[in-house]
């Protein structure tokens, strides 16, 4: 439905968008994300006919943007803007019939096609209570909605988004979404810039990475929302790792800091494990972490931000090479975590530490480790004393 080929902008003596090639299909649903700057916005404002490209091409539906009237464009896109002040102080069903406007004459009255697209925006929007007041007296997150159902009103095959959810509260994040996600199931194409990663993967079937005014990656939220490739865009290290509810990718910013003098081995799995390396790489903790079932949540957030990781595959014996490379990280760490009940191959790594900490509630070998909350697991492991050089990524 939407192509761009080469596309390149400049304004000025800038270059916002460079050599960008993409395709969305019929029911698809394209999260764009990047940093501010990217070119998110100028992206978007190039598919709806706003910006003309100053070098390749852009076609939706087939017919060259350029080519085409602003009448003829709106027949075929609908744009929800960043920014949603209306001029005159409008009714709110006034301003969503506006989204009508494409598909009738200059001096026409509304016809029963239009009176029902009207309706039906408004309420797959929630605001059809808010029909007959001003859309001068609505919040800002409520004008949004309304601005919503005029694009909805317009009954486009493609609908653009930029940053809807910016002004909303958490319930109508997410019925927001739901709706967009809804309407490229039943065929429109549908792109949105969006800031939050974690909406984005919840939402989205495809996401594209902006940076620079180039695209990074594209694909599907798990294979485009790297940590490597986050922290190429935005300049941040993040941790990457899997929402238990969902089970889409979640992105979690870290410190930017560099790792401190101490060292940290982790032991254990699941999510508290992934936790707990999360939160002490986020203190400027060095750590390492194994063995870890391959394909365990702790693994993909130990890939992501840990010096080093020792894995195994799951439901097995582990190799005797595993456990001995994750004892020799055990062995130079300044204090082993142990944040779950140890198998037999953990129970050995942990043997070979200095000093033991284990998480409230997991029982420990021998009574060795000393008892911690997680709350206050940052604070004891950053009191052990250092006595180990820094463990370099392998």
Not at 154 to 177: C, F, G, K, Y
Not at 316 to 342: H, K, M, N, Y
């Amino acid at each position: 439905m939407i192509r761009l080929d080469s596309v390149g902008i400049e304004l000025g003596e800038t270059t916002v968008l460079d050599g960008v090639s993409l395709s969305v299909e019929d029911g698809q649903f394209l999260a764009l994300v990047g940093p501010n700057g990217a070119g998110k916005t100028t992206l978007l404002r190039t598919c709806n006919g706003l910006l003309g490209p100053s070098r390749g091409t852009v076609t939706v539906d087939g017919r060259d943007v350029s080519e085409l009237s602003a009448r003829e464009i709106g027949r075929l896109v609908a744009t929800v803007p960043q920014e949603t002040s209306l001029a005159f102080d409008f009714e709110v069903s006034e301003v969503v019939a506006m989204g009508r406007t494409p598909h009738r004459s200059r001096f026409s009255t509304a016809s029963e096609a239009d009176r029902a697209a009207v309706e039906s925006a408004l309420d797959r929007t929630d605001t059809a209570q808010f029909a007959d007041r001003s859309v001068s007296a609505l919040s800002g997150g409520e004008r949004q909605r309304v601005v919503f159902a005029r694009a909805l009103a317009q009954e486009t095959p493609v609908l653009l988004l930029d940053e809807p959810t910016a002004s909303l509260d958490i319930n109508h994040q997410v019925r927001t979404l739901s709706l967009a996600r809804d309407l490229a199931a039943e065929g429109k194409t549908v792109v949105a810039a969006i800031h939050d990663l974690d909406l984005a993967a919840r939402f989205c079937d495809s996401v594209a990475l902006l940076s620079d005014g180039e695209i990074l990656a594209s694909g599907r939220p798990e294979e485009v929302l790297d940590a490597e490739r986050l922290e190429t865009a935005f300049g941040v290290r993040s941790a990457v790792g899997t929402n238990p509810i969902t089970g889409t990718p979640t992105v979690t910013p870290l410190s930017d800091a560099p790792p401190g003098d101490r060292h940290v081995h982790v032991l254990g799995g699941g999510q508290r494990a992934a936790r707990t390396i999360g939160r002490l790489v986020d203190a400027g903790i060095e750590v390492t972490a194994g063995v870890l079932p391959e394909g365990d949540a702790a693994a993909a957030t130990a890939r992501s931000v840990a010096s080093d990781l020792v894995t195994a595959p799951p439901f097995g014996p582990v190799p005797d090479d595993r456990i001995r490379a994750a004892s020799s990280l055990a062995e130079r760490a300044d204090a082993t975590v142990i944040t779950a009940p140890l198998t037999d191959a953990n129970a050995t790594v942990a043997t070979a530490s200095a000093r033991l900490l284990a998480l409230d509630g997991v029982e420990t070998p021998n009574g060795r480790a000393d008892v911690v909350t997680e709350a206050e697991l940052t604070a004891a492991a950053e009191a052990t004393s250092p006595t180990h050089s820094p463990t370099k990524r392998s």
